[in-house]
Every structure is written in C-alpha cells, then in structure tokens.
C-alpha cells in the first residue's frame, strides 16, 4: 500500500499558477504510474492528468490541456501538478492516486484503474 499526501492547494485569482506536490511513501514509486483527479462541489470525481511509471508518457483532459502539466520525479518520489491559467472552473478538490499495475506504459483514465489515494487539497479560483 501506498500513503500520499497532497499539498499546494490555495485560493488563487482567475489567472494565477499554482503547483500542487504529491509525496508517496511505502512502496516503489518508480514502478507505477499516477493520475490527478479533481472534484468540484456536487459533481463526480473527474481525471485530470496521469502519467506513466517511467514519467516518459502523460495524457490529460481536455478542459486542462495545454494549461496543466504533470512530472513525476522518482528521485524524490514525488508527484506534481503545475496548473497555469487557471480557471474560476478549476475550483475543486484535487486528489493524486497510483495506478494497480506496475510498469504500466498506458494512461489509465478511469477510477478503478487506481488503488492508493491521497486525501485531497483544495483549490479555489475566484474571478
């Protein structure tokens, strides 16, 4: 099993950056492959971002690409989410998650395609 903690989540104007880190622990981080989810206030949990174990391959969706980019760095067995010109419709909780299989080299999009889970941080956008 592996434990994760979000960080990084503020309150940020329509516009602004922010960076959001998710720090593992308890198992090889360099054998799996993680996403970023978001949930925003009386709507499902939505994929954001994922990228492989080896950090080579990444996908994201549509509503965030082009301003979002994940990087996993094994070395520090760290994840990141660096989020540019965000939007009043970023706000959210975002939650990072480790892929089921080891050495996986595809995006897996859906929930179920992960087993670990962060708690969760806040992001909020105003206009």
């Known amino acids: 099993q592996v434990q994760l903690v979000e960080s990084g989540g503020g309150l940020v104007q329509a516009g602004d950056s922010l960076r959001l880190s998710c720090a593992a622990s308890?198992?090889?981080?360099?054998?799996?492959?993680m996403g970023w989810f978001r949930q925003a206030p009386g709507k499902a949990r939505e994929f954001v971002a994922a990228?492989?174990?080896?950090?080579?391959?990444?996908n994201y969706a549509d509503s965030v690409k082009g301003r979002f980019a994940i990087s996993k760095d094994n070395a520090k067995n760290t994840l990141y989410l660096q989020m540019n010109s965000l939007k009043p419709e970023d706000t959210a909780v975002y939650y990072c998650a480790t892929m089921r299989r080891v050495f996986d080299s595809i995006i897996r999009v859906g929930e179920n395609e992960y087993d670990s889970w962060g708690q969760g941080t806040q992001v909020t956008v105003s206009s």
């Open positions: 308890g198992r090889a981080f360099s054998t799996f492959g």
């Open positions: 990228i492989t174990w080896s950090g080579k391959n990444s």
